[in-house]
């Protein structure tokens, strides 16, 4: 595994749920539009690029450049 995968941020399934990776906040399967870019929206919001950790920031900014790109 690299360091990325282990320590970005990411959802994890968690029943009918997806959770921040980072703090639990939970998603709902059906969130719009789409739980990519909830997920994206979050990090931005409660994990601002660069109040957090160098590896937890790149990986945020990467995940909202996907989510964002369209
Ligand atoms: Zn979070």
């Known amino acids: 595994m690299t360091k990325d995968s282990e320590f970005g941020p990411r959802l994890i399934a968690d029943g009918n749920l997806e ?5 639990g906040y939970p998603f709902r ?8 870019v909830a997920f994206a929206e979050h990090l931005l919001k409660a994990h601002k690029p660069g109040q957090t950790t160098e590896d937890v920031s790149q990986a945020a900014a ?6 964002t790109e369209d």
């Open 19 to 23: 959770r921040c990776s980072i703090c």
């Open 62 to 67: 990467r995940i909202v450049r996907e989510a």
């Open 29 to 36: 399967a059906d969130v719009k539009p789409s739980m990519s």
